[in-house]
């Protein structure tokens, strides 16, 4: 299901685009809108793809139900990023859009925070600390773009800052762990 909601981001964003003017700003803030699609999947399927929950006594239900506000979450931020984009040109990020996105975010980052501790921490290298603790990070930075709502392209560059940074930051956890090799 994380998937499908996924292909939701991709929808808004082709759907912002083609209720948008095209210009340059525009285009940016699709552009950038899409980065931020690709930062919830690297951040989801990087920590929680292809992991089994490591208990088989109500651990499936924990990972079932874990997923509900994480998959909604991601669905939502498709549609914040529709009304991101048709306001591309304003001075100042609406506070709809930029509420649903940056909560959205947030929630996400958290969720996969949380599946990761109880389900799955013992499975991979990256201690649930770690984890919890840059997942948190962007979280908290998530919520202060939404207090500082700048113009929707810069809004849009920080929430794909803020989900690639998370994920950079945990990659080199794993890489340093000697989990990874770069040859």
């Known amino acids: 299901i994380v998937i499908i909601v996924l292909g939701e981001v991709v929808v808004g964003v082709v759907r912002g685009m083609a209720e948008s003017s095209r210009t340059a700003t525009t285009l940016a ?5 899409l980065v931020i699609g690709f930062g919830l999947w690297w951040n989801y399927f990087d920590l929680l793809g292809r992991q089994k929950p490591r208990s088989p006594r109500g651990a499936m239900a924990v990972w079932m139900y874990g997923h ?3 998959a909604m979450a991601i669905a939502a931020s498709g549609a ?6 048709s306001h591309a040109e304003d001075a100042v990020t609406p506070l709809a859009p930029a509420a649903l996105l940056s909560v959205s975010v ?6 996969v925070a949380v599946l990761h501790a109880v389900i799955i921490a013992n499975e991979t290298p990256l201690p649930a600390r770690r984890v ?3 997942m948190t990070v962007g979280a908290v930075a ?3 773009l939404l207090a500082a ?3 929707p392209w810069l809004f849009a560059l920080g929430l794909a800052a803020i989900l690639s940074a998370t994920w950079y930051y945990l990659f080199v956890q794993v890489w340093r762990s000697g989990a990874v090799h770069l040859t």
């Open 29 to 33: 803030t699709g552009v950038l809108s």
């Open 68 to 70: 509900v506000p994480v």
């Open 80 to 85: 914040g990023l529709v009304g991101l984009i």
């Open 106 to 111: 947030a929630v996400v980052l958290l969720g």
């Open 132 to 134: 919890g603790l840059s």
């Open 142 to 144: 998530s919520l202060g």
């Open 149 to 151: 709502r700048p113009q």
